[in-house]
C-alpha cells in the first residue's frame, strides 16, 4: 500500500482482526465454562460465529455511503473493543437469569444463547471487513481485498500470540478484555486525530478512561462470576490454561467446580467409597496404585487405608492440585506422589508397576475425555500393570433405568475392556463401576471389607447388600450388546454415544438440522458464482483440518485448551502470508491456478490419515507431536490464503461485491464444517473419514471451477 491514509486503515484493519481471533477464544472459553460446554457446544459457537461475521460481510455492501465520513473507523474500531466485554456480562447474567439455575442447558438453548450473545461483535466484524476493504480499494485505486484479507489474518495471528498465549495466563477475563480494548481505543484515537474527527477523539478518551479504572480495580470479574453460582460465596476462582476452576462455600460445606461443572463437595462420601473401595477390595495386599483424576476429592485419603507403599495421582492441571492443597489435606501424607500432566503420556513413559488402577474422571462427553476409554489407553494401561492387577473406571448410573444410548455405552465400554483383560465385572452403585483384570473379580463387596477390616461410612453391609448387588449386577451385564463396536482414539464412539445420551435430554436429534442446513446452504451457493462456490468448499475443509488437528492433537497428548490457540494462531498467519505472498508465488494468477490449489488442499485433507497414524505410533513426545500439527495448519492456511487472493482476481464484480461474496461464503464453508465436523462426523465417522470427506468436499469445489473454466479464461 503506497498511500499513507491506506496505511493508517491497514493497521486499523490488524488490530480488528487481533480483536476478533482474540475475543473468539476468550468467549469460546466462557460458552465452555458457562454452559459447561463439551465439543458439540463448541462447534455450535463456532459455526455461529462465522455464519454471524459472513452475514456481516454481505451487510457489508451497503457500507458506501459511510466512506466519507471521517468519524466512523475510528467509532467503529472502539465500539468493535467495547462489545467483547458486554458480550461476556451477557453470557455470564443470562446463564441464572434467563435459564433455570443448575440445569443443563440444551442445544436449542445454546444456540439461542450464542446467537444473542455473539451477534452485535461478529456482524459489526463482518461489516467492517467490507467496510475497510471498499475504503482502503477507493484509496489506493484498485481492488485490495486480498490485502486487507491478509492484514486481518496476520493481526489475527498476532491476537493469538499476545493475547491467547500470554496475557490469558496471567490475567483474568475481564482484564484481559480491557488490555485488547486500550489496543483497539489506542488505534480508534490515533485514526481520530489523523481525521481530525474532535468529537470521535472525545468518546475515545472517555471510554479510554473507563477500560483504565476497569482494568486497575479488577472489580468485573468477581462481580459477574457471582452470577454463575447464585446463593453461594466465591473464595477462589481461577482461569487456568485448562478452563476455569471455582471454589464456593455454602452452609459449612465447600463445592469445587471446574467450567462450572461440580468436581465434587467435602463431606461427599459415596462418590469417594465407591469409587476406591468396590477396586482395592479385590486383591489382598494392593502395594502401589494409580490414581488419575480427582485425587483432592477425599479418593486419596480412601486408598491409603490399605496400607499402600505409594499413590502416583496424576493431574494435568496444576491449578487443580494447587486448590487441594489450599483447601482440603488430602494431599498431605507422604506416599502421595502428584504427578503434573497427561496420564496417558505417564503411562506411555513411567517404568512403574501398578496393583490397582482408579480412572477416576467423568463420561466421555468429550474427545478429551474419551481418550481415556478407549483401545489404546486400556493396552497402555495393562502394560504398567502387575499381574492380576485392577482397573476401575466408572460410567453413568444404573443402565436399568436409562435408555438405548446409555445401554450402548455401556455395552461399548465393556466390550472395549474385554477385549484387553480376561475379566470384567460391572459393580452398580450411584455409578456404574466397570473393574477389569486378568485374574478373578467378587461382587461380594461388603463381604470383602468385613473380611479386610477397612473402615467405611457407606460402603458396608449398614447400606449395601451383597444379593441385590450382585443381582443389578446380573441385569446390566447382561443389556450388553457382545456385538458393540470397541471404542478407539480416532474412532471415538464412546464419545457419540454419550453426545446422543445427552442430546436425549432434549429430544433433539442433529441430523435432520445438520440436513436441512446443508440444503439451505446448496440453495444459497446457486446464487453465486463458481469459484464463490470454491471459496465454499475451501472454507468447509481449511476449518475441517482445523478441527481434526485440534482433536487429533488432544486424542495424542490431552492439553486442547493449550494447543487451541496455538493451531489457530498458526493457521490465521499461514492465511495472512499465503495472501501477502500470492503475487510471487504464483506467477499468473487465474481460473487454473484457483482450480490447482483446490486439488491441493484437498491432496492435504487425503494425507492427513496417514500422518496422523504416524505420529501414533511413531511419535510420542508432545513437543515434537504439536511441531508436526502446527506445521500442517500453517501449510494448509498458506494455500487457502493464496487461494483467497487468486479468487479476488478471478471473480469479477465490483470490490464491494467481491470482497462481501468471497469473504462471506469462505466464513459460511468453515462454519457448517465446523459445525458437521465437530458435532457430528467426527463422533460418527471417526478422524480418519471426516479427513477423507474434507478431502472429497474440497476437490468436489475444484471439479466444478473446472467445469466452468471457460467463462473467467479471459479474467486469468
Do not use: C, Q
Given at each position: 500500500m503506497e498511500n499513507r491514509k491506506a496505511k493508517e486503515l491497514a493497521v486499523a484493519v490488524a488490530v480488528l482482526g487481533m480483536t476478533s481471533l482474540a475475543t473468539q477464544i476468550i468467549l469460546l472459553r466462557e460458552f465452555v465454562s458457562v454452559f459447561q460446554g463439551n465439543e458439540l457446544v463448541i462447534g455450535v459457537v463456532l459455526a455461529v460465529w462465522m455464519m454471524l461475521t459472513g452475514a456481516g460481510a454481505f451487510l457489508g455492501r451497503l457500507s458506501a455511503p459511510l466512506s466519507p465520513r471521517r468519524s466512523f473507523p475510528a467509532a467503529a474500531l472502539a465500539c468493535s473493543g467495547t462489545l467483547p466485554p458486554l458480550a461476556v456480562l451477557l453470557l455470564r447474567t443470562m446463564r441464572n437469569f434467563i435459564f433455570t439455575a443448575g440445569s443443563m442447558v440444551g442445544i436449542l438453548q445454546a444456540l439461542a444463547a450464542s446467537l444473542v450473545v455473539l451477534a452485535p461483535f461478529c456482524l459489526l466484524s463482518g461489516f467492517l471487513f467490507t467496510f475497510?476493504?471498499?475504503?482502503?480499494?477507493?484509496?489506493?485505486g484498485e481492488n485490495r481485498t486480498a490485502s486487507v484479507y491478509a492484514w486481518e489474518s496476520l493481526g489475527s495471528a498476532a491476537g493469538g500470540v499476545v493475547f491467547t498465549l500470554t496475557l490469558t495466563t496471567f490475567l483474568e477475563t475481564f482484564q484481559t478484555l480491557f488490555v485488547l480494548l486500550l489496543v483497539d481505543l489506542a488505534v480508534a484515537l490515533f485514526l481520530a486525530w489523523t481525521s481530525r474527527a474532535a468529537a470521535a477523539a472525545v468518546g475515545v478518551l472517555t471510554v479510554m478512561g473507563a477500560a483504565i479504572v476497569g482494568l486497575i480495580t479488577n472489580g468485573a470479574d468477581p462481580w459477574t462470576r457471582s452470577f454463575l453460582f447464585p446463593g453461594q460465596k466465591i473464595v477462589y476462582f481461577k482461569d487456568t490454561p485448562y478452563g476455569n476452576l471455582t471454589v464456593t462455600r455454602q452452609g459449612g460445606e465447600a463445592c469445587f467446580?471446574?467450567?462450572?461443572?461440580?468436581?465434587?463437595?467435602?463431606?461427599?462420601?459415596?462418590?469417594?467409597?465407591e469409587s476406591v473401595h468396590y477396586c482395592m477390595l479385590q486383591r489382598p495386599s494392593p502395594r502401589r496404585v494409580l490414581l488419575v483424576g480427582g485425587g483432592i476429592s477425599g479418593t486419596t485419603t480412601e486408598i491409603l487405608k490399605y496400607g499402600v507403599q505409594g499413590v502416583?495421582?496424576?493431574?494435568?492441571?496444576?491449578?487443580?492440585?494447587?486448590?487441594?492443597?489450599?483447601?482440603?489435606?488430602?494431599?498431605?501424607?507422604?506416599?502421595?506422589?502428584v504427578v503434573g500432566g497427561d496420564a496417558r503420556m505417564y503411562v506411555?513413559?513411567?517404568?512403574?508397576?501398578?496393583?490397582?488402577a482408579l480412572i477416576n474422571l467423568p463420561d466421555p462427553a468429550t474427545a478429551q475425555l474419551n481418550r481415556f476409554y478407549t483401545l489404546e489407553f486400556f493396552r497402555e494401561l495393562k502394560r504398567v500393570m502387575n499381574d492380576s492387577a485392577v482397573v476401575s473406571i466408572s460410567l453413568l448410573q444404573a443402565a436399568e433405568y436409562q435408555g438405548n444410548e446409555a445401554r450402548r455405552l455401556n455395552s461399548i465400554l465393556y466390550m472395549t475392556l474385554q477385549r484387553v483383560f480376561a475379566h470384567v465385572l460391572i459393580v452398580p452403585g450411584e455409578r456404574n463401576?466397570?473393574?477389569?483384570?486378568?485374574?478373578?473379580?467378587?461382587?461380594?463387596?461388603?463381604?470383602l471389607v468385613e473380611k479386610r477390616a477397612v473402615s467405611t461410612l457407606y460402603v458396608n453391609r449398614f447400606y449395601l447388600d451383597d444379593r441385590l448387588i450382585a443381582q443389578r449386577s446380573r441385569e446390566v451385564t447382561s443389556m450388553i450388546d457382545t456385538s458393540s463396536v470397541l471404542n478407539r482414539d480416532f474412532t471415538p464412539v464412546c464419545y457419540y454415544r454419550q453426545l446422543g445420551y445427552w442430546l436425549s435430554y432434549f429430544g433433539f436429534n442433529p441430523g435432520p438440522w445438520l440436513l436441512a442446513a446443508g440444503f439451505a446452504l446448496l440453495l444459497l451457493l446457486g446464487r453465486f458464482s463458481a469459484v464463490g462456490a470454491g471459496m465454499f468448499a475451501g472454507g468447509f475443509a481449511a476449518s475441517s483440518v482445523e478441527i481434526v488437528l485440534l482433536i487429533s492433537f488432544q486424542v495424542l497428548c490431552g492439553s486442547l485448551f493449550q494447543m487451541t490457540g496455538i493451531v489457530i494462531t498458526a493457521f490465521m498467519g499461514g492465511i495472512g502470508a499465503g495472501t501477502l505472498l500470492a503475487g510471487r508465488i504464483v506467477r499468473r494468477p487465474g481460473i487454473n491456478s484457483f482450480i490447482i490449489l483446490q486439488f491441493g488442499v484437498s491432496v492435504i485433507c487425503l494425507l492427513l490419515p496417514a500422518v496422523l497414524l504416524w505420529l501414533q505410533t511413531m511419535i510420542s513426545h508432545p513437543l515434537l507431536i504439536q511441531c508436526v500439527i502446527t506445521a500442517i495448519a500453517f501449510g494448509a492456511a498458506v494455500l487457502t490464503g493464496i487461494e483467497f487472493a487468486i479468487a479476488t482476481r478471478v471473480r469479477r464484480g465490483g470490490t464491494t461485491e467481491v470482497a462481501s461474496e468471497l469473504y462471506g461464503l469462505d466464513l459460511f464453508g468453515a462454519a457448517f464444517g465446523a459445525l458437521l465436523i465437530s458435532v457430528y462426523a467426527i463422533p460418527l465417522f471417526g478422524l480418519i473419514s471426516v479427513s477423507l470427506l474434507a478431502g472429497v468436499v474440497s476437490a468436489g469445489g475444484g471439479v466444478l471451477c473446472l467445469l466452468v473454466r471457460r467463462r473467467y479464461l479471459t479474467n486469468g
Open positions: 475497510f476493504v471498499h475504503l482502503i480499494s477507493s484509496i489506493e467446580f471446574e467450567n462450572s461443572i461440580l468436581m465434587f463437595s467435602t463431606n461427599d462420601v459415596t462418590p469417594n467409597e502416583d495421582y496424576v493431574e494435568i492441571n496444576p491449578w487443580i492440585t494447587g486448590i487441594g492443597r489450599k483447601f482440603t489435606r488430602a494431599l498431605d501424607d507422604s506416599r502421595i506422589s506411555r513413559s513411567t517404568g512403574n508397576r501398578y496393583d490397582a463401576y466397570f473393574l477389569a483384570s486378568d485374574g478373578a473379580l467378587d461382587i461380594g463387596i461388603t463381604g
